[in-house]
């Protein structure tokens, strides 16, 4: 969960000159221009310039743009002083030409003044001979300082821009967006396993039962039966029918549905495309490193300069300071992951990432369907391939040797806390290459979840790491004790729920969770009964922690149930903390079967959270580990039904995880993923999820494009859409932990 903003940098105004701005529309009232002077009829003023040379040209206001800048604000044309109304709908419109063509301009509505908030922007390329672009938006906020500008910086060879008939209309109706989502009826579109589940649902007015058929790749009938009425669905607002073909054990490629005259996206019935979406999950996380050059042989398409290690423009991450007035001491903080679309790195998101990433390894060693072959040494193409070491590990201990880094050293105040996060001083804007990004960087309070998320962590990998690298799981069970230590010293050390420029703030203002999974990762390392008697006294022991929404940064009580669990131990009473878990499954059970859509997630007043894939994921992770525990194979199936919600059956009918399905969520809020605003930047890779549906839209984008949405429908795939479509790390630990456990039941 991010609460994020993205950011328009400012720029210098060199031909600006003060003008009051035109009244600002009342709702309803008739349509009001509130730019000045968008036709450049004689003179070029208020527009400001910076970094280019401008004048006037047959009606134009043309810029020559200098080559060798790094961002697109390096060189710039823009309006301050405009007036935006909340919850009026505003039309930005204008004629762009560039010669020579294909350079992309950044064109945003925004705060002209710091944090330099963005209301909207848009990436068009305008041709040689001009083209006329035209954006309908809702304003999110009440202000007289909106600014409009036209940034068209970044390129390596200089060009010209002109520009005319530029317009922010204020009053005209807002544009209705209605999705496309294809053939009513919705399937999982990448694959069911042979001996696996089959469910399908049927959008239809239709209130009696209904045929169906399942057709094979030549279209050959090899299936068909008849659908189940589920009346309204709640979720998505659909009347609905379901779809159950599991009796059908065949193999094979190219399979659709076929039922009320509507044709499904095709799909394979096999295994194949599970084991390889265990593999391209876990491969996202080598592109997201902070600190070292990715390499083009082992993600073609994705090389990319190192980032934040103190070549120009980055002022890296070698000796980062504090905030101002936080401490004295500086701190090398190199490496660890980019935790989503931004350049942030945070302790508490890191954290549970790390976890779910050592389960998934974790679970292959115990689970009667586990195969650690698979996560084994050379799986994941990594620079670290051929060490010895399982590749899985490899790439957690990327993100744990900075999480290390992040502790207060011996000798300073809070010594043994960590440092919440560190990130950028300012928002900055899209597209961004980590290496390209200029702004300070700054460590962030100490706080106790990022401290146990630490111990927790740390903890866990010493058990894990043990085997093949003795020393650095001494270090970092070590590390683990002296921040439960410094925990237990300072117990209510809370984020700051207003630190929120420049990255997240996370804000949580309970650590009894946190206490009990680090205490709980320390008892099944260390076996001492120091940590087996906080486990056993803690309220959260006995409370029931699975909740609705799932487990995630800030609930994250479920990550030590779940091991205490499944990691052999002499807890007391630990049959009581095995079936909890199995509770817990069934009552995801129950929520999946009265969902038509089949998804063990129905959020109270069905208000989608943010990152809802990934707490539909956890949810699964919850009935799939009951399986671990059981052997039921409801639990199998129910897990594996959570898994065709996130590819495709669900009310969009598309598949949230990029490079998977016939569609496929693939333009996700990133600074670097960036391919919908910059043609030379890749879309994100295969194996990417998108955080999905969330009904409080907090993104101007979505807020323009979805108001009033239903659940589902609280969705869209834009790279603007921060608070419904970024990517993050701890999301993807969700994806990865489940496509390795449905891969894992294919090999049975």
């Known amino acids: 969960m991010k609460r994020r903003r993205t950011a328009l940098l400012a720029v210098t105004a060199l031909l600006a000159a003060a003008f009051t701005a035109l009244p600002a529309a009342e709702a309803g009232a008739d349509e009001v221009e509130q730019v000045r002077n968008g036709t450049f009829d004689t003179t070029g003023d208020p527009w400001w310039t910076s970094n280019v040379t401008a004048g006037l040209a047959a009606g134009q206001l043309c810029s020559d743009v200098p080559g060798g800048t790094t961002n697109p604000w390096d060189s710039a044309v823009g309006q301050n002083d405009i007036t935006l109304v909340k919850g009026e709908s505003y039309r930005f419109s204008f004629k762009a030409s560039g010669v020579p063509e294909g350079h992309a301009v950044r064109a945003v509505v925004g705060l002209q003044v710091s944090p330099y908030d963005t209301w909207y922007e848009a990436a068009p390329v305008p041709g040689a001979a001009g083209d006329t672009f035209s954006y309908t938006f809702t304003s999110p906020v009440d202000t007289t300082q909106a600014q409009v500008a036209f940034q068209v910086g970044g390129g390596a060879d200089p060009w010209r821009f002109c520009l005319d008939d530029v317009s922010l209309l204020g009053g005209v109706p807002p544009e209705v967006y209605t999705p496309d989502t294809g053939p009513r009826v919705r399937v999982n579109q990448v694959a069911y396993l042979p001996d696996g589940p089959k469910n399908a649902t049927l959008v239809t007015d239709g209130a009696s039962r209904l045929p169906w058929r399942l057709n094979d790749a030549g279209g050959r009938t090899v299936a068909h039966g008849w659908t189940v009425p589920r009346g309204t669905d709640v979720s998505s607002g659909q009347h609905t029918h379901s779809i159950d073909f599991g009796r059908y054990r065949g193999r094979g490629e190219g399979f659709t549905l076929v039922a009320d005259g509507e044709t499904s996206r095709p799909f394979a019935i096999g295994t194949a495309a599970y084991e390889q979406l265990r593999l391209d999950s876990l491969k996202y996380y080598y592109t997201q490193r902070s600190g070292i050059a990715i390499r083009d042989d082992l993600r073609p398409g994705y090389a990319r300069p190192a980032g934040h290690v103190g070549t120009a423009p980055n002022q890296g991450d070698s000796a980062v300071p504090c905030r101002p007035g936080l401490c004295d001491y500086t701190l090398d903080v190199t490496g660890g992951w980019y935790d989503a679309g931004d350049h942030g790195k945070y302790v508490v998101n890191g954290g549970i990432t790390v976890w779910e ?70 928002w900055t804007g899209l597209p961004l290459l980590p290496s390209d ?88 390392t260390t076996g001492e009964r120091q940590f087996a008697d906080h486990v056993l006294h803690s309220p959260v022991h006995t409370a029931d922690i699975f909740g609705a929404l799932g487990f995630d940064w800030g609930r994250t009580a479920a990550a030590g149930r779940l091991d205490l669990a499944t990691v052999p131990s002499r807890l007391p009473g630990r049959a009581a903390v095995r079936r909890s878990v199995v509770e817990a499954a069934d009552t995801y059970l129950a929520t999946l079967d009265s969902q038509p859509y089949g998804m063990p997630y129905a959020p109270p007043g069905n208000l989608y959270d943010w990152g809802s894939n990934a707490q539909i994921l956890n949810n699964a992770h919850v009935i799939a580990t009951a399986y671990d525990l059981t052997g039921s194979a409801k639990y199998r199936d129910g897990a594996l039904q959570g898994m065709d919600y996130i590819l495709g059956r669900n009310a969009l009918n598309m598949s949230y995880v990029t490079g998977y399905g016939e569609v496929n969520s693939h333009n996700q809020h990133s600074r670097w993923y960036a ?70 039941q294919g090999r049975g």
């Open 357 to 426: 990433l050592l389960s998934t390894y974790e679970r292959s060693l115990s689970a009667r369907t586990g195969h650690p072959a698979r996560l084994g040494d050379g799986s994941l193409a990594l620079p670290e391939s051929g060490n010895k070491v399982p590749d899985v590990l490899d790439e957690a201990r990327w993100e744990l040797e900075f999480l290390l880094r992040m502790q207060v050293p011996d000798g300073q105040p809070l010594a043994g806390m960590a440092h919440s996060k560190i990130h950028d001083a300012q």
């Open 437 to 524: 990004d200029p702004q300070p960087r700054e460590l962030h309070a100490p706080t106790t979840q990022a401290t146990l998320n630490l111990a927790a962590t740390a903890a866990q990998a010493a058990r894990l790491y043990r085997p093949y690298d003795r020393a650095f799981a001494a270090r970092a069970l070590a590390a683990a004790r002296k921040a439960w230590q410094a925990a237990l010293a300072h117990p209510a050390v809370y984020p700051d729920p207003d630190d929120g420029t420049g990255g997240g703030a996370y804000p949580d203002d309970d650590a009894t969770d946190e206490f009990y999974w680090a205490a709980a990762e320390l008892y099944l």
């Open 675 to 744: 391919h919908e605003l910059d043609p030379g930047l890749p879309n994100p890779p295969r194996g990417t999820l998108a955080g999905g549906a969330n009904s409080s839209i907090q993104d101007p984008y979505a807020q323009s494009k979805l108001p009033g949405c239903t659940g589902q429908f609280c969705y869209i795939d834009d790279i603007q859409s921060w608070s419904t479509n970024e990517t993050a790390v701890n999301w993807n630990a969700a994806l990865a932990w489940m496509a390795s456990f449905a891969a894992d």
